[in-house]
């Protein structure tokens, strides 16, 4: 499937975020996830590599059993050049100690294979 198209684009990214945060499907990265890929929380320090992220992300869901996210609308913008792209994804997020909600707007930039590259995001607390 070429990522050539903003759907296409933003159906990849709903599958990683699926996977990721729904239901927790590491087995699928490798075909989602570029070895090298780079991943920003809020203002952490990066995260670098596929393994890395994954096993930091298994460790912090081991504090976080109920985390879940609802992924609601997504902006995508194809790169005409190289093919691939970005997709902004705005989702609440459940789960969160306390019962704190957040909503979150990942930024997931996808090579034209439809692995992603980098992804960034940003969070708020909101009122349940």
């Known amino acids: 499937m070429p990522f050539t ?4 684009l933003r159906a990849r990214a709903t599958a990683i975020l699926t996977d990721l945060c729904i239901k927790k499907n590491f087995d699928a990265m490798p075909t989602l996830m570029a070895p090298n890929v780079q991943v920003i929380h809020d203002d952490d320090p990066p995260l670098i590599g596929r393994d890395e992220f994954i096993s930091h992300w298994k460790q912090a869901l081991t504090y976080l059993p109920g985390f879940n996210i609802e992924i609601g609308d997504q902006v995508a913008e194809v790169n005409e050049e190289s093919g691939g792209g970005k997709v902004w994804s705005l989702s609440k997020v459940n789960g969160l ?5 957040k ?4 930024m997931l930039e996808i090579d034209s294979e439809g692995k992603v590259v980098k992804i960034k995001d940003v969070q708020r607390e909101i009122a349940c």
């Open 5 to 8: 198209t903003p759907a296409a």
């Open 97 to 101: 100690p306390g019962g704190k909600q």
């Open 103 to 106: 909503e979150t707007v990942d």
